[in-house]
Structures are given as structure tokens and as C-alpha cells.
């Protein structure tokens, strides 16, 4: 007898391949489990202003690249300039270049996120050891003498860094520090003094999304790195800690915005608060990184469309095999059913079984004629296909004269299948008389009806759409149940008796 070890673990890593794949997809690409999920996302505006002098122009714009905020789309409106993007290890840019300008000119981008859920700022590699800042002979006791008072208070650079920060925004600061902030802005000084003790820490441009606020400013905040992430201070009102609607603008330590060319340079910012699909998100998020290979996103919508319609087959193979072999339900062929519950798919379950019983009821009519004829099987089985079609056909019309457009979705019935159907159970009835036909019949349409159930649910053409995995562990549960060799479920009451006694 062989061993039925390796059929148990063939199953098992179908099963746990298909869930890991659907989990995997879920996390890593963010595409949401239940259908119609929405995610907030954030429009923004930045319009730059400046006067040109006549001259060539050119004007050097930072674009956000923060870890808690994904680009979906960006854009900019810049007539008559040449318009670059450009990106290295200090961060993203837009150049806009023109041989001539004058008077007022207008730029603007605009890009679209969405938050990522990752509020740390990791580093990627350790940063260099800033060099001391030279201070001015004025400020220079100052500076040591207030730099050395806080540095016995703290034990790491973190917590020098806070009890910097709160030293710095106190309400009664020292004569040092009062002297110091007359001749430094606070982040400025605040990064002076942590540069001075050999901690890696620099300016950063923030924008505080607040929805359907206009002309709006960045704020200038302090990261400073320990162990191997950057801490985020706000040296205005001693806070730590990054706000929860905060986007940061500006890693680069350079200046925002430079313009040649140009003079009364100043950049606003406007932002709207959004809601849109989670599912169109992650599309987008693939998109932008490529990551759409081997997904059926990347197929023509047309095609898109015909995948959404069979990859609803396994479930109702699925609901097939469980009725037929664990309950037992008998059926008018072994997948029909299947390709019923489809059609009932695009007609709705009430018109479908209209026009399903009397397909095969006037089908069956027509039939029980032709077998008085004596054809050959092949001729037969012709002549009902031919006649299935000229049934649709007329129904199809009567239905559009009597102004029933529910009627004319019944052309989606498998006319091939029907005949067969048809045929297989005129010759039931003549074998096994009209209570087998009825049983069958009945049984057919109530799985049919079952499996429509099942695949019409949005979930359901969610899942098998979006977690191609799904189907490896619809693999391994129809490879388990072709293992059942027990009593189906309604054998049972043949038992009935013998339970009672």
C-alpha cells in the first residue's frame, strides 16, 4: 500500500503557499483585503513666485522624499520652461530653465500622497562626524560655557540633544543662551551647538497638512541622528517627536528654493485632504515601482475583464466538488452547474432560472419529436443545438417587444452545454423515468444557484482577482476532498433506522 505521506504534504504546501503569497501580497504591496477600503490621501500645491530680470532663468525647487508619505503622482505647470527632475543622495529637485524671463513669473507642482504608516526616519548609512562650528570671538564663551552646562545633564547624544532643546525653549533662559539666540535662529543654534559636540544633526523643512489651507509656510525642524535613526526636535516650542501631520519637505540641509535670474523669490503651499480606493493605490504604488510584473494589472483592460470571469471558475469547481462529494447532491453533469452559475452571473439569479427552466422545458419538447425519428446520435445532438438556438432567439425578441431588457441577457447561456443537457436528460427520463430528471434537474440548479451565490460576492472577486494565491489553496482543498472515501451526507438517513433501533 503506498504511502499517502507525500499526497499530505503536496496539499500542505499548496495550502500554505497560496495563503503565504496572499498575506505577502496584502502586507508588502498594501493591497486591502475586503473590497471597497478607502485610504486618505493629500494634494498639494506649491506655487513659486518670484520677479525675473530679464535674463536667462533658472529656478531649483526641492520635492518631498519622506518615508512616511508615498508620491502617487506629481506634475508641474510651467509654460514656456524646460522642466527637469533630478535626484541624488541629497534628495529630489525640479529645475525649471528659461532663455528669457520678465516681470511677475508663476510656477507650480503639485504632487499627490498618501501616508505609509511609517513615522521613523532610518538612516542609511552612519554619518559623518560633523566638524565644530567656529564661533564668533563674541559668542564663544558663551557658547562653551552654555554647551558644557547642559552636556553634564545628559548621558547620550539623544538626551543631550533634549535637554539642549528644552534649554534653548525655556521660559527663563539663561544670560548664554538669551545672547546667543540675539545673533542665531533657534534651529540654527540648536544645530550649532550639537555640531560642536561631534553629533550629526541638521535643519530640516517641514509642512504641517492641514486640509483646505492656503498659502501656508514650511516650518523648520531639527533631526539629529543616535543609533542609527534621526530624531526629529522643534526648536521653536521644545517638542520632540514627529506630529502626525507632518510632511517633511526638505532633507537636504540647501536652501528649498533657489532662483536665478529671478528676485522676491517666495513659495506657497495649498492642500486638500482626499479619500480614494486602497485597492487604485496600491496600483498606482506598484506602478511607480515596478512592481506590477506577472500581475494581471499589466494586461489590457479587455483581457483584465475576461480574467475576472474565469478566475471565478475554481470557486465554483470548489462548491462543485464539496456538494457532489461531501454531501452528496446529485447533478445534471458534473461541471454544468458551474457554467449555469456564471450565466446567472450576467443575467441575475431570477432571470437566469426563468430562462433556464424553459429553455429546457420547450427543449425537452422538442426533443422527446426527434427521438421518434430515429437520427443518429450525432444528427440528434445537431438538430438540438440548432433548436437551443432558435429558442434564445425567440425569447430574446418576445422580450424585447414586451419591453423585458432582464430577457435579453439570456444570450449568455452555454448553448452547447444547454443541448447536452437537454439530451442527457431526455434520456434519463426515458431510462430512468421523470422523478430521476427532477432530481437531477433540482439538484443542478440548487448547486448552480449555491455556486452563483458564492462567486458573485464582491469579496469573493476580490480575493481570486488580487491574491493569485488564493487558487493554490482552492488546489489543495479540492485535492483533500478527492480523498473522501466515507458516506456523503445524505446517505446518512439510509442509517436512520439503525440509529434508532
Known sequence: MHSRKPFYLLVALLFISGLAASIYRGIEHNVPFLPGKQVQSWAVDAKVRFQATGEPAEVSFSLPEDPAYEVLVENATSPGYGLSITSDEEGRRAIWS??????????????????????????????????????????????????????????????????????????????????????????????????????????????????????????????????????????????????????????????????????????????LQDTRSALATSIDVMMNNDALDFSLYQLPLEEQSLFKGILLIPIGVLMVVFLRVIIGIKTSGTFMPVLIALAFIQTTLLTGLIGFLLIVAFGLTIRSYLSKLNLLLISRISAVIIVVIGIIGLFTLLSYKFGLSEG?????????????????????????????????????????????????????????????????????????????TGYKLLELRRFKPLAGE
Do not use: C
Open 98 to 271: 528659461i532663455r528669457q524671463a520678465r516681470g511677475q513669473q508663476d510656477l507650480y507642482y503639485k504632487v499627490t500622497l498618501i501616508p505609509t504608516g511609517v513615522k521613523q526616519i532610518l538612516a542609511t548609512e552612519e554619518p559623518a562626524t560633523p566638524e565644530p562650528y567656529s564661533w564668533p570671538a563674541t559668542e564663544q564663551a558663551a557658547a562653551e560655557q552654555a554647551i558644557e552646562e547642559v552636556w553634564s545633564r545628559s548621558a547620550t547624544n539623544l538626551s543631550f540633544a533634549q535637554q539642549l532643546n528644552k534649554a534653548l525653549t525655556a521660559s527663563e533662559r539663561s544670560q548664554n543662551i538669551e545672547l546667543l539666540l540675539s545673533s542665531n535662529r533657534p534651529a540654527q543654534l540648536f544645530v550649532r551647538m550639537l555640531n560642536s559636540k561631534g553629533i550629526p544633526a541638521q535643519a530640516v523643512s517641514g509642512l504641517f497638512l492641514e486640509d483646505q489651507r492656503r498659502r501656508q509656510q514650511l516650518v523648520t525642524f531639527v533631526e539629529v541622528y543616535h543609533d542609527g535613526q534621526w530624531h526629529l526636535f522643534n526648536p521653536v516650542d521644545g517638542s520632540q517627536g514627529r506630529p502626525d501631520n507632518l510632511l517633511i519637505w526638505d532633507r537636504s540641509g540647501k536652501s528649498t528654493l533657489d532662483v536665478i535670474g529671478g528676485i522676491n523669490s517666495q513659495v506657497n503651499f495649498s492642500m
Open 408 to 484: 435579453l441577457t439570456i444570450t449568455f447561456f452555454p448553448m452547447i452545454i444547454l443541448a447536452w443537457t437537454i439530451e442527457r436528460m431526455s434520456i434519463l427520463w426515458e431510462e430512468e423515468g421523470a422523478k430521476e430528471v427532477f432530481v437531477q434537474g433540482g439538484g443542478s440548479l440548487f448547486v448552480a444557484t449555491l455556486a452563483y451565490l458564492a462567486m458573485s460576492a464582491s469579496w469573493v472577486q476580490h480575493w481570486v482577482f488580487n491574491f493569485l494565491g488564493i487558487h493554490l489553496v482552492i488546489l489543495a482543498m479540492v485535492l483533500l476532498m478527492g480523498q473522501y
